[in-house]
């Protein structure tokens, strides 16, 4: 059998309509969802003042005054694309592996080698927030403390 | 010819202690330029030829041994190699993010300094001064 | 004298004819595409190949062959015929798959969906031309310019046809920066390929870690007969993403995907011996995947000019045909003519994000074609 009869015997048009609408529906329905994830994520990260704004929404004592801007004591405004949270877990992960201490450009030579994107600014930014720290002899260590002090900040 | 506003320029460290006819000696030879992350700046071992002097962002200085410091203040030097002898660079120096910086003809500013001896003593005093601060706390 | 004669009676030169020099000749072609003309070396020259060897003919009952059951040749090619190799070569393309550009816009996601409406109208027109559902399913396929997705799907739907299929899509995909081109221009104006794609946004680590896991869950939750495909891809692609596992994504991109694309290319290759590739089912094959290519092109280019007509930000139409999964041949298509028209418009990174959307909207509609058939 050919021709427009074949297609019709086989529900040709049937498969096709609900096969294209089939994958269709996948790809908008994961577009829609990673459209939406990097803001997921930031609300995910600020999890901790919408938390404290519902409960002094609930809340009948006092609100808490509100604390002073912290007035950012770093030389210049430099503006970093990376999620701080993210690349300390990262390299905690390469500085326990290398051990303490360690040196800096073996740091970047490593992170670039594993494929982490912009190691060079990432390294900027874990030192500007005191995860890296030096040690005074021209080595550096990991500054466990930075972690809960960057969390408490937040 | 470099876009560079003299006023912002003369309260850097370096030329903070010029008077007027010394920085219309030195203002025509500084140049702005762009760096990219993980450019490398310097390299151990070349010739000096030029000076820096940064103005945004955040330099990694690091030797053959591993050892390593960064400087991230606006008005930080480096290369100071091109204006003492033997005129070698000591160290790599890559930059960590995104930058700017002055640079300077190391063989005209030696020229300039040489020339000047007030000029060459207040310059080679700060030039002096802020390295020693950065060994200090290396 | 009579031994002599026996013996030269199991020789292949008795029991060849016209037909294995045939093939022959299409094995030494392919195999100086791929070594001279480096046309997809990695595939052509494992078939080119396997053709040779598929095409010696032997004395049946000795287990030589690859169709006979007790053949070294037999043994390899059952990771075809069982679907084992493609989900093992996905992994590999996983594992160096960046998905960061599709992330950051995923609206082009939706052209990758568009260039797979050449797979159901090539299996319409497979469907016309008098080939049985399965057949046509199996030839539809090719239309996703995968060639894992189409070996998948034909051992599991046409195991007879492996040979052809998979050859016209390997030749189709090295074909691309010939059979795209001449459509994209006919289809787009000159104003629309000059159009500049904005710079994409910086997407984190977390955003490329959880991708994987969010994908396979959604996609296979849709179209759960994707699973062997689509797992095995987020699968090498976590590994990758995961810093910790780098070994692991290393092993899946190197020897790995080379190991399986070594068994695979060459076994294809054996599998299309001259009684089965030189038919006029392969004539209808090859003719049909042809159109199949030049359809999901089209597709692609027509849905992006039809986006443009909602989006306030233009989309650049010509990355419409790199939704044509041959990655990364159809994006650098896209980049070559676009670039023809203003040197400076660099659009490979951003065509990079529908054809990677492309290899998960061929495996899902080879899956959705599967359970079809099945059902």
Known sequence: ?154 | MHHLNPEELKHLKIFSTLLPDEWSDVYPLLNRLKILEGEQLIRQGTRAHTFFVILYGHFMIHYPDGRALTINRKGDIIGWSSVISPFQYTADVIALTESEVLSIPGAKFLELLQSNADLGDKLVKTINEMVHHRQSID | MEMFLDFFSNTGFALADYRNFIMLGIGILFIYLGIAKHYEPLLLVPIGFGILLGNIPVFKGLGLGIYESNSVLHYLYLGVTSGVYPPLIFMGIGAMTDFSTLLARPVLMLLGAAAQAGIFLTFLGALFLGFAPNEAASIGIIGGADGPTAIFLTAKLAKELIGPIAVAAYSYMALVPVIQPPIMRLLTTRKERLIRMEEPRQVTKREKLIFPIIAVLLCCYIAPAALPLLGLLFFGNLLKEAVVTERLAQAARTSIIDTVTILLGMTVGASTQADVFLTGKSIGIFVLGALSFCVATAAGLLFAKLLNLFLKQKINPLLGAAGVSAVPDSARVVQMVGQAEDRTNFLLMHAMAPNVSGVIGSAVGAGILWSFMVG
């Open chain 1, 1 to 154: 059998m050919t021709g427009l009869d074949a297609i019709l015997h086989h529900n040709g048009f049937a498969m096709a309509a609900v096969g294209i609408t089939i994958v269709f529906t996948a790809l908008v329905t994961l577009s829609l969802v990673i459209s939406q994830l990097h803001k997921l994520l930031l609300v995910w990260d600020d999890r901790r003042i919408y938390v404290e704004k519902v409960r002094n929404l609930f809340s009948s004592a006092r609100p808490t005054e509100a604390r002073p801007p912290q007035v950012d004591e770093e030389i210049f405004e430099i503006h970093y694309f990376d999620d701080i949270n993210e690349s300390s877990r990262q390299f905690q992960i390469l500085i326990q592996a290398m051990g303490e201490p360690f040196s800096l450009p073996e740091l970047i030579q490593i992170a670039q080698s594993f494929g982490i994107e912009h190691a060079h600014s990432t390294v900027s930014h874990l030192i500007v927030k005191n995860f890296i720290v030096p040690d005074g002899n021209g080595f550096y260590r990991w500054n466990q403390d930075a972690l809960s002090e960057h969390s408490k900040r937040r």
